[in-house]
Nanobody, 113 residues
Framework: QVQLVESGGGLVQPGGSLRLSCTAS????????MAWYRQAPGKQREQVAT???????NYATSVKGRFTISRDNAKNTMYLQMNNLKPEDTAVYYC???????WGQGTQVTVSS
């Protein structure tokens, strides 16, 4: 059973940066396609970025050029580097292991002055 634990959220001013981490256990991490999602209050959960087993990445239009998804298979960890954060990036961020049904518990990101 795949288990995912996120960390790295917090409060940051507009224009600031944060790095989220998602550590997996219970399976061979390098075999997983991974994704970050986010859910803002009153809105549906939306996909932010994905990274497959070949480290090919894909981004939502709203974050392209500002966010970078990456993975370190030796550490069983995926990252989301978020730069030039905007108030509209405020949400709970979740990591997901595709095709396994596994989700992290979520980490809050708040962008506010």
């Amino acid at each position: 059973q795949v288990q995912l634990v996120e960390s790295g959220g917090g409060l940051v001013q507009p224009g600031g940066s944060l790095r989220l981490s998602c550590t997996a256990s219970g399976t061979r991490f390098s075999f997983l396609t991974m994704a970050w999602y986010r859910q803002a209050p009153g809105k549906q959960r939306e996909q932010v970025a994905t990274i497959n087993t070949s480290s090919t990445t894909n981004y939502a239009t709203s974050v392209k050029g500002r966010f970078t998804i990456s993975r370190d298979n030796a550490k069983n960890t995926m990252y989301l580097q978020m730069n030039n954060l905007k108030p509209e990036d405020t949400a709970v961020y979740y990591c997901n292991a595709r095709y396994t049904g596994a989700w992290g518990q979520g980490t809050q990101v708040t962008v506010s002055s």
